[in-house]
């Protein structure tokens, strides 16, 4: 062994590691990262905060968005949508890659580096593409004077907060999947969408009628969207709902990263 | 009795009903290169698995320089450098950023390693592939690489589960000539395989392996001579006349396996063995004499061939 192998190091810095890789991976990809981080929500903006916008104030005014041209209301929730969906793509396909179509995750547990580390590295480089997606549309949203940089910053984290804790779900529902031939396909068509539609990303939840509205409650992007509207520009929010959104994306954080070092240890471990 | 680097007793893995390994017993020496034999199945796999720490035995003791691979994983595999049997290279990396990114995973400083590539990429007659991705890499040239990756931390033991499998004989024989090398330069090396001739080229000593059980061990010579005789005379008389001269031959030899296309009868002087069948006027359609191998000596201990 080289004298130079360090297992306290590796202990240590091993999540660092493979979240150096993965983002090696990543850059490989950079040039569609950047098309989808700035191209993808920027055709939502347009298209429905501008074209349904118009559609809304012309009909409504600001009465149906708590006082906010309509742009403004759904811009923290494509913030957040940003964020989750990003945060899904750098879990959901490097845990398949990992332990299923190139068994990278075996090489890397061939060496030091634990099942944990594995994950928490895999988890850090996604928060790393959140955190470049969230900017890249945060700018965005500033440059076309729909958030103001002052009063909005803080919802960037929000949003960064609400990706860390659907991505650390979404590695450990992953983790555990070992057929993917529909997989990919159910989470896209029947999770994904109906998140994105009945999270009050395009109206407030409210609007559904009630049996509707336990699929926004359970959504991250509704608890993230919410706080994201709140830091975002202001909009009312008590004190409670504020404390129930942050629990329950928390929740979800250390749950999926529960879930996730158990089956990234027991999968690697035959 | 030199210094143990793997000491393993009662060594067992059960899958539900199923007995991967059932109570096996082994020691590896340093600078050894150890065998396991037998056919896909028989449990050499996941005895590497146990050894290199990602699997969890059912019963039994084994150390690893020292530890439990069960308590000290990382720690074990700090030591060890693992050739997998099916290539898991990130293929979207190219040549020189595998080796990178591995050596970084075992904590190696980011000059050493890259230090270490340009070496390794020699060793592996990859240099003028160093920038290409891994996936445009032929299969010989991808194991190899696969071999190399396993250097990089310069490990005490070198683990290849089935090294040269799927390849075609020029590349088994660069790769051979690799491990041999390593093998001069003392590394220990922990080889399964299911091609006799492999063993035979690279094992010191080796344990022959059948339904999770080690049936023989000692060096390929040894095995050869304990479990069969010198030579081998294969003799073919057609499918249908197989059956009928089996009883005559019987009375011949030592000992007689007969195949679906052809008999195996043991014998020291297969030549001589030859001429007194003819003498007999028992004319094969064709006949073989050769050497006694590994082959033979796993169809004495199991009945079988080793390639089914």
């Known amino acids: 062994m080289n004298k130079g192998v360090s297992v306290e190091n590796i202990r240590r810095n091993g999540a660092i590691y493979v979240a150096e890789s993965r983002i090696r991976q990543m850059s490989k990809w950079k040039g569609i990262i950047a098309v989808v981080s700035i191209g993808n929500p920027l055709f939502y903006l347009v298209a429905i905060g501008i074209g349904i916008g118009i559609l809304v104030t012309e009909n409504s005014g600001t009465s149906g968005t708590g006082g906010v041209e309509y742009i403004v209301f759904i811009a923290p929730a494509l913030l957040a949508n940003t964020a989750l969906l990003g945060a899904m793509d750098e879990t959901v396909f490097p845990v398949m890659e990992g332990f299923k179509w190139r068994k990278m995750f075996y090489a890397m547990n061939s060496t030091p580096i634990t099942g944990p580390q594995i994950a928490l590295g895999v988890f850090l480089a996604a928060l790393v593409r959140v955190a470049f997606s969230v900017l890249v549309y945060w700018i965005l949203l500033v440059a076309f004077g729909v958030l103001s940089f002052q009063d909005s910053w803080f919802s960037t984290v929000v949003a960064m907060y609400g990706g860390a804790a659907f991505g650390a779900l979404m590695m450990g529902v992953v983790a555990g999947v070992q057929k993917d031939d529909y997989f990919l396909t159910v989470l896209g068509r029947l999770v994904i969408t109906p998140l994105f539609l009945f999270s009050g990303t395009f109206f407030p939840l409210t609007n559904m009628p009630i049996y509707l509205q336990p699929i926004g409650w359970i959504s991250p992007l509704w608890h993230t969207t919410e706080l994201g509207r709140y830091f975002g520009y202001g909009q009312q929010l008590s004190g409670t709902m504020l404390l129930l959104h942050s629990l329950y994306l928390t929740a979800m954080l250390v749950v999926g990263i529960k879930i996730s070092n158990v089956r990234f240890t027991n999968r690697l471990l035959k | ?308």
């Open chain 2, 1 to 308: 009795m030199p210094e143990s680097l793997i000491s393993a007793r009662g060594l067992t893995k059960k899958y539900g009903d199923f007995t991967a390994v059932d109570g096996i017993d082994f020691d590896v020496a340093k600078g050894e290169s150890f065998g396991l034999l037998g056919p896909n199945g028989a449990g050499k796999s996941t005895t590497m698995r146990i050894i290199a720490a990602t699997s969890r035995r059912t019963a039994g003791t084994i150390s690893i320089l020292g530890r439990d691979p069960e308590e000290h994983g990382p720690q074990v595999r700090a030591h060890l450098g693992v050739v997998p049997q099916q290539d898991n290279l990130d293929t979207e990396l190219t040549v020189t950023e595998n080796l990178y990114i591995y050596g970084r995973y075992f904590g190696l400083s980011k000059k050493f390693v890259k230090n270490k590539v340009n070496e390794l990429l020699a060793f592996a007659q990859l240099e003028e592939k160093a920038d290409v991705k891994v996936e445009a890499l032929s299969g010989g040239m991808k194991r190899r690489l696969t071999i190399a990756r396993a250097l990089v931390s310069e490990p005490d033991i070198l683990m290849l589960d089935e090294p040269t499998t799927g390849l075609d004989p020029q590349a088994r024989h660069i790769l051979w000539d690799r491990l041999f090398r390593l093998k001069e330069d003392g590394v220990t090396l922990i080889i399964t395989t299911h091609f006799m001739d492999e063993a035979e080229q690279l094992c010191d000593r080796l344990v022959v392996m059948d339904k999770g059980k080690i049936m023989a061990e000692g060096s390929p010579a040894e095995l050869i001579k304990k479990y069969s005789t010198r030579e081998v005379l294969e003799v073919r008389f057609g499918s249908d006349r197989n059956k009928e001269v089996a009883p005559i031959l019987r009375e011949m030899c030592e000992r007689i396996e007969e195949l679906p296309d052809r008999i195996l009868l043991y014998v020291e002087d297969g030549e001589a063995l030859l001429e007194a069948i003819t003498a007999k006027g028992l004319h094969p359609n064709t006949s073989l004499v050769r050497r006694s191998s590994l082959e033979d000596v796993f169809l004495r201990l199991t009945g079988r061939s080793l390639i089914e």
